[in-house]
T-cell receptor, first 113, second 111 residues
Framework: AQTVTQSQPEMSVQEAETVTLSCTYD???????LFWYKQPPSRQMILVIR??????QNATENRFSVNFQKAAKSFSLKISDSQLGDAAMYFC??????????FGKGTKLSVKP | DTAVSQTPKYLVTQMGNDKSIKCEQN?????MYWYKQDSKKFLKIMFS???????INETVPNRFSPKSPDKAHLNLHINSLELGDSAVYFC??????????FGPGTRLTVT
């Protein structure tokens, strides 16, 4: 069975600073994907970044980047130059192609002005 | 154009009632899902349909019955609603590559 663990229920960052959200996972699949989703108060689930497990290169999307450590089954999200609009719940998830996603319990990120 | 839409966005009802939530996607995806997000924000898969066929049915009370009239629609019908059914229900769809597109969610409150 797949599991995803987010050990930080809450995090806080100063505006313009950098913050890293942690995620570890466990899977017996050889072909899988990892994701970070953002859920603002509007409750819409927004895909932040995606990583294919077979790719060694870490994914980046503008201010968002991941540190994917396959052997350690670790998938952390780094947010650079944090903005007030980054405040939200962040969910780490894993899944297979056309399979359902397994989510972590989320990390609530606050951004201080 | 909204990629994945759900109706209604809010649903308040009494215990014992039967209600439905509708989901439609206009992305041409083959696979659709229902997820439940509880009061602690934990998201969990309930059902998955591929081309109108049920492929995942997690441990969900049989009061919950998904129905897929065509591959663009996946509705969720709930019988005999209980207080514990109060949650946000998300519909999602995907094609290849796993990226899932989520609907806006339906907040169900059972009183």
């Amino acid at each position: 069975a797949q599991t995803v663990t987010q050990s930080q229920p809450e995090m806080s960052v100063q505006e313009a600073e950098t913050v890293t959200l942690s995620c570890t996972y466990d899977t017996s699949e050889s072909d899988y994907y990892l994701f970070w989703y953002k859920q603002p108060p509007s409750r819409q689930m927004i895909l932040v970044i995606r990583q294919e497990a077979y790719k060694q290169q870490n994914a980046t999307e503008n201010r968002f980047s991941v540190n994917f450590q396959k052997a350690a089954k670790s998938f952390s999200l780094k947010i650079s130059d944090s903005q007030l609009g980054d405040a939200a719940m962040y969910f780490c998830a894993s899944g297979r192609s056309q399979g359902n996603l397994i989510f972590g319990k989320g990390t609530k990120l606050s951004v201080k002005p | 154009d909204t990629a994945v839409s759900q109706t209604p966005k809010y649903l308040v009802t009494q215990m014992g009632n039967d209600k439905s939530i509708k989901c439609e996607q206009n992305l041409g995806h083959d696979t659709m899902y229902w997820y439940k997000q509880d009061s602690k924000k934990f998201l969990k898969i309930m059902f998955s349909y591929n081309n109108k066929e049920l492929i995942i049915n997690e441990t969900v009370p049989n009061r919950f019955s998904p129905k897929s009239p065509d591959k663009a629609h996946l509705n969720l019908h709930i019988n005999s609603l209980e207080l514990g059914d109060s949650a946000v229900y998300f519909c999602a769809s995907s094609q290849t590559g796993v990226k899932q597109y989520f609907g806006p969610g339906t907040r169900l409150t059972v009183t």
